[in-house]
């Protein structure tokens, strides 16, 4: 149990790939069989699944407009919805990828329920700190942060070097 959460967020990123890919074809399939409602059915389902990926990647400028994916009761709940989604067209590849994706969203939702050590630390950081985010994005923050400054630093510290210039006009004879 120790791995779950890695494991379902890797799952949740190849399941939200897979309906992507799901969406498009149904959405080939679909355009004359179904129209409009299939572009529109497909659109969601895209839109949603891309939603699901800024979610598991932490995308904190994603996050602040869509608040409820920051937990896992949230991410959970809200790929359930996208599965059921995916049943509409009845191919074999929505349901496929409609059955991985309410399975891991019920995962989510189950380490909710035990009280997973993730789910708490999660709970824990969103009280504190209003968000949540993942031990590489702040890694890769921190890393910005210093390569920044060292940059900064560097240009401060050297002086600029100062150009002149000399401005002759055409009409009168340079001395």
């Given at each position: ?10 799952f949740?990123?190849l ?8 969406a498009?074809?149904s959405?080939?399939?679909n ?7 299939g572009?529109?059915?497909n659109f969601?389902?895209?839109?949603f699944?891309i939603?699901v990926l800024?979610?598991?990647l932490r ?5 602040t407009?869509?608040?409820f994916l920051?937990t896992?009761?949230?991410r959970?709940c809200f ?5 059921t989604?995916?049943?509409?067209f ?6 496929i ?5 309410g399975l ?8 909710v ?5 993730a789910?708490?630390?999660e ?5 504190k700190t209003?968000?949540v985010?993942?031990?590489v994005?702040i890694?890769a ?9 060292s940059?900064?630093?560097?240009e401060l510290?050297?002086p600029?070097?100062v ?5 002759q006009?055409a009409?009168?004879p340079s001395i």
């Amino acid at each position: 149990l120790k791995h779950l959460p890695l494991i379902a967020r890797v799952f949740s990123v190849l399941c939200a790939l897979a309906v992507i890919i799901s969406a498009i074809f149904s959405f080939i399939n679909n355009l004359f069989v179904s129209f409009p409602a299939g572009i529109i059915i497909n659109f969601y389902l895209v839109v949603f699944s891309i939603l699901v990926l800024f979610a598991e990647l932490r995308v904190n400028a994603m996050l602040t407009n869509f608040e409820f994916l920051k937990t896992y009761a949230g991410r959970g709940c809200f790929e359930l919805f996208v599965s059921t989604i995916c049943f509409v067209f009845f191919d074999v590849s929505g349901i496929i990828v409609g059955i991985a994706m309410g399975l891991n969203g019920g995962v989510q939702l189950g380490m909710v329920l035990i009280q997973h050590e993730a789910y708490l630390k999660e709970r824990d950081q969103l009280a504190k700190t209003g968000n949540v985010e993942s031990d590489v994005a702040i890694a890769a923050r921190s890393q910005v942060k210093k390569t920044a400054k060292s940059v900064v630093k560097s240009e401060l510290s050297q002086p600029a070097p100062v150009q002149t210039t000399t401005i002759q006009s055409a009409g009168s004879p340079s001395i």
